[in-house]
T-cell receptor, first 112, second 111 residues
């Protein structure tokens, strides 16, 4: 989608290794979100940010950390990847709920 | 956030209107109703949202009952490209500004 990019698009990593996923926006939106999507669970919120250095936990935050040192970048880190973190990860941006979210194209992460 | 209930799946003929229902009987006065859809493995796409008045945009119409306990998303002339999972979400604006997705309705548009 225009204005939001996720990297990498695909990644295979080994159990126990650290992994960082990047979400970059060019829209200068205040809010950024990380979701994961798994079969049978739908989209679940991991962490979100409402400004630089302002972040909060979502419903499935265990095993994940985030950082937002610049408005345009929101990083999701798996400190020690586990097989249960194999998933598709989506980033979203928003000016606020009155404007709707814009989602990225997703990162497919496989932990072997 | 109010819980929403949607049928797991629906079918619609191409060219006909698709009417997707959503029940949100515990919705509170400051909660909006949002609709998103997700086509295959793409990221979800915002469709429309409303508080209590009916809303229409270039994609769809949103009809909210007077008691606000349910709503219907209407795609007036469904195409094959409208085949997707549709999510109905109720959440307040101006709070934590986050959306919690349920399992949605898988809409299949048939030729």
């Amino acid at each position: 989608d225009a204005g939001i990019t996720q990297s990498p698009r695909h990644k295979v990593t080994e159990t126990g290794t650290p992994v960082t996923l990047r979400c970059h926006q060019t829209e200068n939106h205040r809010y950024m979100y990380w979701y994961r999507q798994d079969p049978g669970h739908g989209l679940r919120l991991i962490h979100y940010s409402y400004g630089v250095k302002d972040t909060d936990k979502g419903e499935v935050s265990d095993g994940y950390s985030v950082s937002r040192s610049k408005t345009e970048d929101f990083l999701l880190t798996l400190e020690s990847a586990t097989s249960s973190q194999t998933s598709v990860y989506f980033c979203a941006i928003s000016q606020g709920l009155d404007y709707g979210y814009t989602f990225g194209s997703g990162t497919r992460l496989t932990v072997v | 956030d109010a819980k929403t209930t949607q049928p797991p799946s629906m079918d619609c003929a191409e060219g006909r209107a698709a009417n997707l229902p959503c029940n949100h009987s515990t919705i509170s006065g400051n909660e909006y109703v949002y609709w998103y859809r997700q086509i295959h493995s793409q990221g979800p796409q915002y469709i429309i949202h409303g508080l209590k008045n009916n809303e229409t945009n270039e994609m769809a119409s949103l009809i909210i009952t007077e008691d606000r306990k349910s709503s219907t998303l209407i795609l007036p002339h469904a195409t094959l490209r409208d085949t997707a999972v549709y999510y109905c979400i109720a959440t307040p604006v101006g709070g934590s500004e986050k959306l919690v997705f349920g399992k949605g309705t898988k809409l299949t548009v048939n030729p």
